[in-house]
């Protein structure tokens, strides 16, 4: 299995199943297991002609990392984008566009929860840089739940260079950082925007925040001095869902 990847967990096979389903080559279940979301991805299986196949469950936990649920794919490796794929996801957007930029998050279960909650508010991507970051493997694509499989996560270079390039296309490029004096809520998000959360412990880097428009930070009302960076995103984005949702409905 080498030259294959390994995608375990239920929703994140059947979104490969769903969207890629040329990228499987093969569904394996752990011996046993005959229960109806099983049944229904090996229906799911049968449709895309994959094949599938079982094993023993003490082989399934050789081969994930964490919880597998039962379910493994072989699948053909990840597909990370190049720069090139905002200019495309940019012109082929009627409204206002939505993208997250991760500086260094390394944790690959903050990249998968983050990239969950992009997909949930309609963010056209992820980008994040090439250096010093998680990318996709099994672990990041098990936490975003299927979402990897349908959001395009885009590795750059330079992120200020990206930034920077996004400005020159209309974007505002909105930073948040502990130190920032004005709080989210105050900031009208319902323009092209370009959300960019720092990574766990040491915020963003310092050529990123020279490239932030605007900087911003959360409310923190208890002991703890800020929040886990999936969960800061996930309130951040949503946010931006609602400012948009409103002004919509004006």
């Known amino acids: 299995m080498s030259q294959w990847e390994k995608v375990y967990g239920v929703h994140a096979v059947e979104a490969l199943l769903r969207h890629h389903p040329k990228r499987v080559k093969q569904l394996w279940l752990a011996e046993g297991r005959h229960d109806p979301r099983v049944q229904a ?6 449709q895309m002609r994959v094949p599938v196949g079982t094993r023993d469950r003490k082989e399934l936990d050789e081969w994930a990392e ?8 072989e699948v053909s490796p990840s597909q990370v984008w190049g720069e090139n794929m905002l200019e495309e996801l940019l012109e082929r ?12 998050v390394t944790d690959p279960h903050n990249l998968g929860a983050c ?28 936490v975003a739940c299927g979402a990897a499989e349908v ?11 990206t930034l920077e390039k996004l400005q020159q296309r209309g974007l505002w490029v909105v930073g948040t950082a502990g130190e920032a004096t004005q709080m989210l809520y105050e900031l009208d ?17 310092r050529l990123t925040r020279e490239h932030c428009d605007y900087l911003a930070k959360l ?6 001095s800020s929040l886990n960076v999936s969960v800061a995103t996930g309130v951040c984005l949503f946010e931006i869902v609602r400012q ?7």
């Not at 991805?41 to 049968?46: D, F, K, Q, R, T």
């Not at 998000?189 to 880097?205: C, D, I, Q, W």
């Open 189 to 205: 998000l319902t323009g092209p925007t370009v959300l960019v959360m720092g990574a766990e412990g040491k915020g963003m880097r």
């Open 219 to 224: 409310p923190m009302g208890g002991s703890v």
């Open 115 to 142: 990239l969950r909650t992009a997909d949930a508010a309609g963010a056209l991507a992820v980008i994040v840089p090439k250096d010093k970051s998680a990318t996709l493997n099994a672990t990041v694509r098990k």
């Open 66 to 73: 964490g919880v597998h649920q039962g379910v493994v794919a």
């Open 41 to 46: 991805l090996v229906e799911l299986a049968g």
């Open 244 to 250: 948009r949702q409103i002004k919509a409905a004006v």
């Open 93 to 104: 957007t009627p409204g206002p566009a939505l993208l997250l930029a991760l500086d260094g």
């Open 151 to 161: 959001i395009p996560l885009v590795a750059v270079t330079n992120l200020a260079r």
